[in-house]
């Protein structure tokens, strides 16, 4: 079974920071890898989408990079904002499952 | 305007009662998907379908049932079997790469 797992739990920074943000899961056998953004009592907003075949995404001042070997994904946020604040969590989906497996998340907090 | 919706926002349920979740998407997905949210955790699978009059359970079904009679419609019930159903619960769909999209979910709690 994959296990996926997002450290740390929760990161406070000030204003202006660049952070990374880690996901590891155990079956490097992924078709792809999804960043999402949880806000407070709200859905998930999708951020990032790699395919098991590329190394790495961009979106403005997101980037998300995929190790499969390493079983590893890192979200990097440039130049943080307060309105970054929320939950991030990252999602792994094998092949041939069609199921997501979803880490606990990392609860970001940019304080002003 | 594509996407998902979800209704309702929050729901209520009394001991001993079902309650169904409505989920309808117009993104033309073939795959939805149910989660299950508690405070702290990941998000649980408790049923998907990959197309219309077809489903699997997820990992935690027990409780649950699911119906896919319209490709944009997958309703959720949450029967009286299920003893712990007060969550927070997230529907989505999957379109080109299986990349998910999720609707703004449904907060259950037992009276």
């Known amino acids: 079974k994959q296990e996926v797992t997002q450290i740390p739990a929760a990161l406070s920074v000030p204003e202006g920071e660049n952070l990374v943000l880690n996901c590891s899961f155990t079956d490097s056998a992924i078709y792809n890898l999804q960043w999402f953004r949880q806000d407070p009592g709200k859905g998930l907003t999708s951020l990032l989408l790699?395919?098991?075949?590329?190394r790495e995404q961009t979106s403005g001042r997101l980037n998300a990079s995929l190790d499969k070997s390493s079983g590893r994904s890192t979200l990097y946020i440039a130049a943080s904002q307060p309105g970054d604040s929320a939950t991030y969590l990252c999602?792994?989906?094998?092949?041939?499952?069609?199921?997501?497996?979803f880490g606990s998340g990392t609860k970001l907090n940019v304080k002003p | 305007d594509g996407g998902i919706t979800q209704s309702p926002k929050y729901l209520f349920r009394k001991e001993g009662q079902n309650v169904t979740l409505s989920c309808e998407q117009n993104?033309?997905?073939?795959?939805m998907y149910w989660y299950r949210q508690d405070p702290g955790q990941g998000l649980r699978l408790i049923y998907y379908?990959?197309?219309?009059?077809?489903?699997q359970k997820g990992d935690i079904a027990e409780g649950y049932s699911v119906s896919r009679e319209k490709k944009e419609s997958f309703p959720l019930t949450v029967t009286s079997a299920q003893k712990n159903p007060t969550a927070f619960y997230l529907c989505a769909s999957a379109g080109g790469y299986n990349e998910q999209f999720f609707g703004p979910g449904t907060r259950l709690t037992v009276l």
């Open positions: 993104l033309n997905h073939d795959a």
């Open positions: 999602a792994v989906d094998l092949y041939n499952f069609n199921k997501f497996y």
């Open positions: 379908s990959q197309i219309v009059n077809d489903f």
């Open positions: 790699i395919q098991s075949s590329q």
